[in-house]
């Protein structure tokens, strides 16, 4: 996958005027779920630092039950804890997950910062086992610092 291609048109969604923020997420999420094969569910968690929550945003691919989830719990929630990418090659192999479908294979979230805090994160979930290597990760940390610019 070359990712590269694929950053003109992030950053053309994210700063399209007269659309707003949530229509910008959802729209990018929308493509990247539709560039890259192996992206089968791409959405946006935020965080509520004062109840130690995360909040679903705007997201494409199957419905899911998990809107809130606490800080520590599956990978979203370590991550909003960590502070840190957490790339799982095989969901299965992971004590703290959250199951979301019987589909999903393994996982990617990277952390979104504004201003040094961490807000939120984008998660991504595949059907393909270990799918995701270095540069997913550079480039989901690239897309997240085009939608701190949102902020």
């Known amino acids: 996958m070359n990712f590269e291609n694929l950053k003109p048109q992030v950053v053309s969604l994210l700063t399209e005027e007269n659309v707003d923020r949530d229509t910008k997420l959802k729209n990018l999420c929308q493509f990247l779920s539709d560039s890259v094969s192996y992206y089968n569910w791409v959405g946006f968690y935020f965080a509520n630092h004062e109840n130690k929550t995360l909040h679903l945003g705007p997201y494409v691919g199957a419905e899911t039950d998990h809107t809130v989830i606490p800080f520590g719990k599956g990978i979203c929630g370590q991550v909003a804890e960590s502070n840190a990418n957490f790339v ?31 807000i939120g994160q984008i998660d991504i979930d595949s059907h393909v086992l270990d799918p995701f290597t270095e540069a997913d990760e550079r480039f989901l940390e690239f897309v997240n610092n085009e939608v701190a610019k949102l902020f």
Do not use: R
Not at 88 to 112: G, R, W
């Open 88 to 118: 799982v090659p095989d969901v299965s192999a992971q004590d703290n997950y959250i199951a979301c479908s019987f589909t999903v294979k393994s996982e990617i979230v990277v952390p979104l910062f504004v201003n040094g805090i961490n």
